[in-house]
């Protein structure tokens, strides 16, 4: 399947900043894309870039197979909904949602047809005839929603779109917009630096770091195998050990310290393994304390609680294993039978090798 | 009794503020040559003599025509340097900014005499309603942008962009979406460089040719005592006028700020 959207080294200077350094990207026709980085890391001028906001220094844009070099925003196949919406509050619900039809050749009745399907296709029937200024965040979300889709363009771009609403808000929309995009089938492109967004909406994800992209992948490649320290960091929690890799073969042998020696699998060192020190790491949901009387086969360290931070349905625990240089984070699920522990209780650490990636430094 | 103390003291600054100009109507309509207590009688006689003074009629004319002519280039010099001033980004731009407003605070009798000079001496042009017009633009301008710099620092920037993301074309965009929303600033911006430029005096004294401006001509009448009455007739009038002007005008900043949904951030009343 040919790209929908490409991008060849796309470079972008605002004077001596380095805004974008060489981007190279394809996104497919009906994918939900995310942008994921955060802030300053280029994310937002890409998309600029991308609907025609800002020019780029060097590269090609394709959008479609056509190059968009000197297409002006107005003559792109992209509509946007921009981080402040920028609903214009001097016009109703319907003139905002129809802005865009007011060079189009349909007649007025089928103008507000499509006004009418717009709006409910964001659940917002029978809003029109609102000024647009008396509506909540949401409303004017959902508003930004249905003025950018009515001219069904070929790429949807949202910039930061959930950021200014509440959790409970963001929560709700973010499934509300899954929900849109299948309807729709139209390729959106998300920017957020809210990583916990990023997983949840997309199909796949760019992370990126100063004008770079760090690692392009799918939501779960992404978390379960971060190429570099700096993914992992910035995408849920992560323990970092140092680590030793002591043989590559059908197998990589390496050697945790104050853990002991595992063999992985290749696909657990996704930026590659080479001889020598490397990091190891390891998710805190993936080791696991062993109450009085449990049992395990997996492989068990000891250790001593070093901090309790109680989330209601989650409990984590820093734990300090002799030999590993900084405790061990570690997420349980409360459970009934499954005691809080307390500070300086001596516990046990399951750990299992199949859970440990490998990263270079 | 600080209550009451600071009460005292807010009624005194008041009359201080508006007892002479409540003066201007009480003898506006006495009956008396003379402008001294007490008073003497009823009369609209000095608002007829001020309808008959023809040479009076053409300085209203001429000062309505410069002030029309001032607000309006004011107003369009304010609107560019305004919306540069909040959308775009430039090097040096606060110190242009701070150096386009620096006429605000001028000396108006330093401004009078360097422009005369540049007019006559500098340029050799003659003196008309033109060169009063140029200089009143200069002093009205930064009075323009401090107003629209409200309206239009109130304006999300990505509101013009999203209606040309929308289709439309850069200037599109500013008539459909810009404009109306900063038309309330406009008006008030309108209304009072027209206020200023009416009342001024001393560079319209120093720049206007053969025929004087009202405040000029006013300054004429005030060497003949008999006509002194009359000047009262007509201070009425304007300040009836200006006090008329400025609260539209305000009425337009505020709802201007209503309309974009926001907070006031002071203004000139």
């Given at each position: 399947m040919t790209a929908l959207i490409e991008l060849r080294d796309v470079q972008k200077y605002y004077g001596d900043y380095h805004a974008l350094r060489g981007i190279d990207l394809e996104i497919r026709q009906g994918e939900f894309f995310s942008l994921l980085g955060p802030s300053g890391c280029g994310k937002t001028t890409l998309l600029r870039t991308i609907a025609g906001f800002e020019a780029v220094s060097s590269g090609v844009v394709r959008i479609d197979g056509r190059d968009m070099h000197g297409v002006a925003a107005n003559h792109r196949p992209t509509n946007m909904v921009f981080q402040s919406y920028a609903i214009f509050p001097h016009l109703t619900v319907a003139e905002n949602v129809g802005f865009g039809l007011r060079r189009s050749k349909m007649t007025?009745?089928?103008k507000s047809a499509a006004v009418e399907e717009s709006l409910g296709m964001v659940g917002l029937t029978g809003y029109g005839a609102r000024r647009a200024?008396?509506?909540?965040?949401?409303?004017?979300?959902?508003?930004?929603?249905?003025?950018?889709?009515?001219l069904k363009?070929?790429?949807?771009?949202?910039?930061?779109?959930?950021?200014?609403?509440?959790?409970?808000?963001?929560?709700?929309?973010?499934?509300?917009?899954?929900?849109?995009?299948?309807?729709?089938?139209?390729?959106?492109?998300?920017?957020?630096?809210?990583?916990?967004?990023?997983?949840?909406?997309?199909?796949?994800?760019?992370?990126?770091?100063?004008?770079?992209?760090?690692?392009?992948?799918?939501?779960?490649?992404?978390?379960?195998?971060?190429?570099?320290?700096?993914?992992?960091?910035?995408?849920?929690?992560?323990?970092?050990?140092?680590?030793?890799?002591?043989?590559?073969?059908?197998?990589?042998?390496?050697?945790?310290?104050?853990l002991g020696r595992g063999a992985i699998a290749d696909e657990q060192a996704p930026a590659g393994a080479r001889l020598g020190r490397a990091t190891v790491g390891i998710r805190p949901e993936t080791l696991a304390i062993l109450f009085d009387g449990e049992s395990t086969d997996r492989r068990v360290a000891q250790g001593r609680v070093d901090e309790v931070v109680y989330y209601g349905d989650m409990t984590y625990y820093d734990v300090r294993v002799p030999g590993v240089a900084t405790p061990l984070t570690i997420s349980m699920k409360n459970m009934i039978g499954r005691p809080v522990l307390e500070v300086g209780v001596e516990t046990r650490v399951a750990w299992d090798e199949r859970s440990l990636v490998v990263l270079p430094g | 009794m600080k209550g009451g103390t600071l009460r005292v003291y807010a009624i005194l600054y008041l009359i201080f503020l508006y007892a002479p100009i409540v003066l201007l109507p009480l003898f506006a309509f006495n009956d008396a040559t003379i402008i001294a207590f007490p008073l003497t009688g009823f009369t609209g006689k000095w608002f007829g003599d001020l309808w008959q003074n023809a040479a009076l009629g053409s300085a209203v004319r001429n000062s309505l025509f410069i002030a029309s002519m001032s607000a309006v280039f004011a107003t369009l010099l304010g609107i560019c340097a305004a919306r540069a001033g909040a959308m775009a980004e430039f090097p040096g731009k606060k110190g242009i900014i701070g150096f386009v407003m620096l006429p605000l605070v001028l000396p108006e009798i330093i401004v009078a005499v360097s422009l005369l000079i540049v007019l006559r001496q500098v340029l050799g042009l003659n003196l008309s309603n033109w060169t009063v017009i140029g200089a009143h633009v200069l002093i009205c301008t930064p009075f323009s942008i401090a107003i629209l710099n409200g309206a239009f620092q109130n304006l999300d920037p990505s509101?013009?962009?999203?209606?040309?993301?929308?289709?439309?074309?850069?200037?599109?965009?500013?008539?459909?979406?810009?404009?109306?929303?900063?038309?309330?600033?406009?008006?008030?911006?309108?209304?009072?460089?027209?206020?200023?430029?009416?009342?001024?005096?001393?560079?319209?004294?120093?720049?206007?040719?053969?025929?004087?401006?009202?405040?000029?001509?006013?300054?004429?009448?005030?060497?003949?005592?008999?006509?002194?009455?009359?000047?009262?007739?007509?201070?009425?009038?304007?300040?009836?006028?200006s006090v008329l002007l400025l609260t539209i005008a305000e009425y337009f900043r505020r709802r201007g700020l209503a309309r974009a949904g926001l907070k006031d951030t002071g203004g000139f009343l």
């Open positions: 007025a009745s089928e200024n008396a509506l909540s965040g949401g409303q004017r979300q959902r508003v930004a929603l249905a003025r950018a889709l009515i363009p070929k790429v949807l771009l949202l910039d930061e779109p959930l950021s200014a609403l509440d959790k409970k808000m963001r929560e709700q929309m973010q499934v509300e917009l899954i929900r849109l995009q299948r309807q729709v089938g139209i390729t959106f492109i998300l920017v957020t630096h809210d990583q916990e967004e990023a997983l949840v909406m997309s199909d796949r994800i760019a992370v990126m770091f100063e004008g770079e992209i760090g690692q392009l992948a799918d939501p779960e490649t992404l978390y379960r195998r971060p190429g570099s320290k700096r993914v992992a960091e910035f995408i849920g929690k992560m323990n970092f050990l140092p680590a030793e890799v002591t043989g590559i073969g059908s197998q990589i042998e390496v050697d945790v310290a104050g | 509101i013009e962009e999203a209606a040309m993301d929308l289709g439309e074309t850069r200037f599109g965009a500013f008539r459909l979406v810009t404009l109306p929303l900063v038309m309330p600033g406009i008006i008030s911006s309108l209304l009072i460089a027209f206020t200023i430029s009416l009342d001024e005096f001393i560079i319209a004294f120093f720049l206007t040719g053969s025929n004087p401006t009202m405040p000029v001509y006013i300054w004429g009448l005030l060497r003949f005592p008999a006509q002194l009455p009359v000047v009262m007739a007509l201070g009425t009038i304007l300040v009836t006028l």
